[in-house]
């Protein structure tokens, strides 16, 4: 593996051999990072939010699922 910092990114390259959806897995977690760095957000605020998506998603939803 080689990491190179630049004045703009860091650059990651990988050999082939490596599990792809480990990658994308870690990926994820690193795209996450990048878009929260800069906010100041809590656990609770995240807790709310992903209750609240849920939610819409079960109303759009509720015909196909049942319940």
Sequence with gaps: MVVERTNKEIVTRLSLNIDTEELQSFLNCARYKELTANHNITQEDVDEL?????????????AQFGK
């Design 50 to 62: 992903a209750r609240d998506v849920n939610a819409s998603w079960g109303k759009q939803n509720k």
